[in-house]
Structures are given as structure tokens and as C-alpha cells.
């Protein structure tokens, strides 16, 4: 018993230092100190003959201090030994490379290909090697001839992985397609995989060849999995309709789940492709489906309805609740009759009503976060602040970490940064900048970087506690007020550029805010103006691009002036190619062009 222990203690003690001095070595060989590096790995590998990564660094080691000959005479001494571990045969071939002695790579690289007819054992690793080398043809190569020898191997990824690799994109996505041909687990695999090289313009290359390598594919062997990656493709392009006319095709092959057709309309209705998601969620509400569903598909359509201004919004809401009933299924139905009662009707206290009502069918804590929520939106919005500080501070403590915590930190934020308190509100915004909610984390660190950027210092005024102000009025619906507010900033006695004093306003976020408004007020001509002058001041500052954009829609939707709305569309396509723009003018540009799109 005492030499079993004494056995384990020595094979322990010795794995342990082993791997002390690899980890020494691996210090030394990235520190570019070779020939210390050299000695090491020289030791484990005479320890580890079957190590192949103490191999791999040696042999490293020696062509990085031009010791090719000991390259040489190491490979063919293990050959000697073992003639069948022919992956030695590629590490061989490219020592001759590094040497620029292409003839005896390329003979040696053939005897490492060929030895996998006769035996497929290290194919996979040969591969491999190749690949790490960067020899991609012959990499692609070991791995079909692997797969070819062996019907259990499969290395149709790794071939895949390496056609992108080369630019061959084509290839690569049919070696994708294939796979999810071979098995349809691997769907969500391939898309993310594919999802690097898919952009958001259907001109993109990547773009143009996944669709055309896909529809030969259905063309020749037609399955749902085609669509449903024709979907995935459109629905990255924002290419709605195409992507619902895959999904309609889809579930009437199969009528069982509607889902899909749902987190369509979403994702439209995200994008304010209103018309799209609205074809998706009548379509929902005309299935043989659950009730559940059908009262979901109805919430959006709302929202929709809300967005777009349709007159008959409040029947539709009074139908709804006639026909599905006020009850917990249909809370966020009444939540958002609230909203729309208090910001687009102005009746704040028949919106209070329908909550406080809401409350009795709540059955989960997250409906009655979601009411409380609203309600505290509602408090804003008849300036009582501190009663709806009190609501968004009950939903963090009792929805710890949950998304609706996050919003009710941010609306404590929004709110203290209403009313001029920005050491609160920028206390809140930091925690939420790591938010796990995209959404908010951006609207956070949004609001963080503009108190940030112009919170007044030693007293100084920087115009940022009117701006807040003329904010908390927008919100309010009070949008003369609002102006009025913004124009208070502007003085008339020290008139600098566009008759801003620019030492004392925060001018590009006045002057942005209150285009916003006049758009609001339909007054498309006065935020032309406005937009003018902050590229005017600084044609390169952070709203460049936001502002060439807007002034791009105001001409192309609502002042019938293609011709301005080319100029400033191309603006965005030349100029600012970075920006979140870009595809969205690019195609908004073609089609005022002409083109097809």
C-alpha cells in the first residue's frame, strides 16, 4: 500500500512540474526568447514523445532560430520510429517551405494527403496541421479525403470554417447548407456561423450569394429548412414582407405554431415597419388558435394603431376589452390603453382609473410591476414626481435584476434628470450602462454621456437644466412651452454663430431637441432650419449623420423634395460610412433613383 502512494505522489509530483515548465516555456517562446524556450520544450517532449503540442513549439522554436536541420533530423528520427504517424510529413513539408524549398513541401504534403487512402487514423489531424499552417487547399483536402475513407467522420463545419477563411463564400455556404441538409439540428449552428458574413443590405455580397446558393439548393431538393433560412436572410435585410411570405408558406404546410410569425411582427414593429407587422399580427388573430395568442396579436395591433394615428384607436381598444374582457390576460391591453389615454388624449385621471382597476386582476408581481410602471408614467406627467419616484422605486426592490427593474432605474433617472438632480440621475444611469437589456443600456449611457458632457461646473449655467426642463414639457405634451423653454437659451444681446451663444448652451442638443419638436408640431419647414444650423456650426460633430438622415425623411416623407432627399441620402452614403444609416439610405437613395429593389 505504501509503494501505491508512493507511485501516485511521484506520477502527481511529476505532472505538476511538467506542467511548471511548460507554462515557463510558453512564457519564453511568446516573449520571442527561443533558445530558453528551446531547452524546455527540447526536455518535455523527450519526457512526451505522443505530446504533440511540446512538438508543435519545438519544432517552432528551432525554425524561429533557423535550426532547420534539427527540424529535419527530429521528423525523420520520429518517422523512423513510427513510419505511420504520417502528420509528420506536414510538419516536415513546411519546414522545406520555411526554407523556400517548395518542390520537397509539396512531396511531402503529398505523402501526408495520400497516406490517408490507405489509413484514415490521422486524417483529421493532418487537417489540422494544414490548417494551422495556413495551407487551406490541402486542409480541405485531408478532411474530404477523411470523410471519404471513414462515414463516421465528419468535418463538414471545418471545411466550411476554412472556405470563409479563404473568401470563398460561395463554397462556404453551400459546405453550410449541407450540413443542415445532412441534419436539420444543425440550423441554428449554420446561422450563427453565417450570421458574421450577413449584413443588413441586400446588395452586400455575402448577401446576393447566400440567397442564390440557397434557392438552387430548394430549388433541387425543396425542404421548410430553405425557407426558414430565406426568412432568417430577409428578416436580417429588413425585408419584412419577403420574410412573411416564407413564414405564411411555412405554417401552412404545417398549421401547429404561429410563433415565428409573431417574433416577425415584432421585430417590424421594432423597426416601425408598421404595415408588415400589422399583416402579421391580423393574420395571427384570423388563425384557430389559442385565445392567449389572439389577445397578444390584438395588443400589437393596438400599439400599431396608437403609432400610426388612427382615428379609430379608442374602438378599438373599447372592442377589444368588449370582446376578450378586462382580466389578467388582458392587462397589457389595459396598460397600454393607459398610455394612450394619457399621451395622445390627455386624460391622465381616466388613465389612473383604468390602472387602479388593472391592479384588481393583476395576479403576478411582474403585472402589477408593469401597472405601476405606467402609472408612475402618469405621475410624471402631471408633475407628480416624487409619488412616481416612490412607484419605479417599489418595482427595483421587488423585481431585483428583472427587465422591468432595469426600466423602472432608468425612469428614476429620466426623472431625477427632469428635475435637474444629475447627480442621482447619473448615480442610476452608471449601473445601467451594463444592463443586459440592449435597449436601455443605450438610452443610459446615452443620457449618462449628455449630463456628463454639459452638467454645469462651479455654478457656470450650461443650458442644460432648461434643456431637461423643455424635455419634461415635451413629455408633457406641452410643446409651446417646450420652445418657449429652448428659446429662453438663446440670447439676444450676445449673438454669436446662427445667434447662439455658444458659451453658454449645450447648441447641438438645443438645437436637435427643438427640430424634434417642430417635427412633432408638423412644422417640417422650421426644423429644416434648425437641423441647418447645427451643420452650419459643426458639420463633423456627434449628430452629423442623425441630422443629414432626418433632414433626408422631412424631404423624402413629408416635404415632396426627392431631389433634397437624394442629396442628403447620398451624403450619408459618401460621407459618414460608419453610420447606423447607411444601409437604410443606401436603399431609400436607390429607390428614389429608380432602381429595383
Not at 370582446?323 to 391622465?348: C, H, M, R, W
Not at 406641452?478 to 445667434?499: M, R
Request: aromatic content about 14%.
Amino acid at each position: 500500500m505504501k509503494q501505491l502512494f508512493l507511485l501516485i505522489f511521484i506520477t502527481i509530483t511529476s505532472v505538476s512540474f511538467s506542467q511548471s515548465d511548460y507554462y515557463l516555456a510558453e512564457d519564453y517562446y511568446r516573449e520571442g526568447q527561443y533558445e530558453k524556450a528551446t531547452q524546455i520544450f527540447k526536455n518535455l517532449y523527450a519526457k512526451n514523445l505522443f505530446n504533440t503540442t511540446y512538438l508543435s513549439r519545438l519544432i517552432s522554436c528551432y525554425q524561429e532560430t533557423n535550426k532547420f536541420n534539427e527540424v529535419e533530423k527530429l521528423l525523420k528520427t520520429a518517422l523512423d520510429k513510427d513510419p505511420k504517424q504520417a502528420f509528420f510529413y506536414v510538419h516536415l513539408g513546411y519546414n522545406y517551405q520555411r526554407q523556400e524549398l517548395q518542390e520537397l513541401a509539396e512531396k511531402n504534403y503529398a505523402i501526408a494527403l495520400n497516406s490517408i487512402d490507405t489509413n484514415s487514423f490521422y486524417g483529421g489531424f493532418i487537417g489540422r496541421l494544414f490548417k494551422d499552417y495556413n495551407l487551406l487547399n490541402h486542409a480541405i483536402l485531408a478532411y474530404e479525403k477523411t470523410m471519404a475513407k471513414n462515414k463516421k467522420a465528419d468535418y463538414n463545419f471545418r471545411i466550411a470554417q476554412i472556405y470563409g477563411e479563404k473568401g470563398d463564400l460561395k463554397k462556404m455556404f453551400e459546405a453550410y447548407f449541407n450540413l443542415v441538409d445532412k441534419n436539420i439540428e444543425n440550423y441554428d449552428l449554420v446561422k450563427r456561423y453565417t450570421s458574421s458574413y450577413i449584413t443588413d443590405d441586400a446588395e452586400n455580397e455575402a448577401n446576393i450569394l447566400f440567397r442564390k446558393t440557397l434557392l438552387k439548393k430548394s430549388a433541387s431538393n425543396p425542404k421548410d429548412v430553405w425557407n426558414l433560412l430565406l426568412s432568417w436572410l430577409f428578416t436580417q435585410q429588413k425585408d419584412y414582407n419577403k420574410a412573411f411570405t416564407q413564414e405564411k408558406a411555412l405554417y401552412k404546410r404545417n398549421p401547429a405554431d404561429l410563433n415565428p410569425i409573431f417574433d416577425l411582427g415584432k421585430i417590424a414593429f421594432e423597426n416601425k415597419d408598421y404595415s408588415i407587422a400589422k399583416e402579421c399580427f391580423y393574420f395571427i388573430t384570423q388563425q384557430k388558435t389559442l385565445q392567449i395568442e389572439k389577445i397578444d396579436a390584438s395588443f400589437y395591433l393596438a400599439k400599431i394603431a396608437v403609432a400610426t394615428d388612427n382615428p379609430e384607436v379608442e374602438k378599438m381598444f373599447l372592442s377589444l376589452f368588449n370582446q376578450y374582457g378586462k382580466n389578467a390576460s388582458t392587462i397589457k391591453l389595459q396598460v397600454e390603453y393607459a398610455d394612450f389615454l394619457t399621451f395622445k388624449k390627455d386624460q391622465p385621471n381616466e388613465a389612473k382609473t383604468v390602472l387602479e382597476e388593472a391592479l384588481n386582476y393583476s395576479r403576478s408581481r411582474f403585472d402589477k410591476a408593469r401597472i405601476k410602471l405606467k402609472l408612475g408614467d402618469i405621475l410624471v406627467f402631471t408633475g407628480n414626481y416624487n409619488k412616481a419616484l416612490i412607484y419605479f422605486s417599489q418595482i427595483q426592490t421587488q423585481l431585483k435584476n428583472h427587465e422591468l427593474a432595469q426600466q423602472a432605474r432608468f425612469k428614476v433617472a429620466q426623472t431625477s434628470y427632469y428635475k435637474a438632480d444629475f447627480t442621482w440621475a447619473k448615480a442610476q444611469l452608471k449601473v445601467l450602462k451594463g444592463s443586459t437589456t440592449q435597449l436601455i443600456a443605450n438610452d443610459a449611457l446615452e443620457l449618462f454621456l449628455k449630463i456628463t458632457d454639459n452638467e454645469p461646473v462651479d455654478s457656470i449655467p450650461s443650458g442644460l437644466k432648461q434643456l431637461a426642463k423643455a424635455e419634461l414639457l415635451s413629455y408633457q405634451n406641452k410643446n409651446e412651452e417646450a420652445l418657449t423653454e429652448l428659446h429662453s437659451l438663446f440670447t439676444p444681446k450676445i449673438v454669436f454663430e446662427n445667434g447662439l451663444n455658444l458659451g453658454e448652451v449645450i447648441y447641438d442638443d438645443v438645437l436637435f431637441f427643438e427640430a424634434k419638436l417642430f417635427i412633432k408640431q408638423k412644422k417640417y419647414d422650421d426644423a429644416i432650419v434648425s437641423f441647418s444650423k447645427i451643420i452650419a456650426a459643426d458639420n463633423q460633430g456627434i449628430y452629423a449623420d442623425d441630422v443629414y438622415y432626418e433632414m433626408a425623411e422631412l424631404y423624402n416623407n413629408q416635404l415632396n423634395n426627392p431631389e433634397k432627399a437624394s442629396e442628403y441620402y447620398q451624403k450619408i452614403i459618401f460621407d459618414y460610412s460608419s453610420s447606423i444609416y447607411l444601409v437604410d439610405a443606401r436603399k431609400k437613395y436607390r429607390k428614389l433613383r429608380g432602381d429595383k429593389i
